[in-house]
């Protein structure tokens, strides 16, 4: 479960943190809230739509799914929500808060 955790925050750190800061953002749509909770329980839920005990697949479909919903999800932020997220981006090496 923690590797599967890790290298989903690894491949998803850019988009996970515009996600993070639109969702925490006074003016975040209710849907958007919903939809972030949703793929969170998607990652930590232990019921896929392909079991993780195939050995590849089970995996690959996790790697596959998150990355596409985070990206719908931001890429149907509002304008302004969306302008604000974007000058948010991985900083490699940053470590706590602004």
Request: no cysteine; net charge positive; hydrophobic share 50%.
């Amino acid at each position: 479960m923690w590797k599967r955790l890790t290298v989903l925050w690894t491949v998803l750190r850019g988009d996970a943190r515009r996600l993070w800061f639109a969702v925490r953002h006074p003016a975040a749509p209710g849907w958007l809230k919903l939809g972030t909770a949703l793929v969170v329980l998607y990652v930590i839920s232990p019921i896929d739509l392909v079991p993780d005990v195939l050995p590849v697949i089970g995996v690959v479909d996790d790697l596959i799914l998150v990355p596409l919903a985070i990206r719908w999800l931001l890429n149907r932020l509002p304008p302004e929500l969306a302008e604000a997220a974007s000058r948010v981006g991985p900083t490699p090496g940053r470590r706590g808060r602004r």
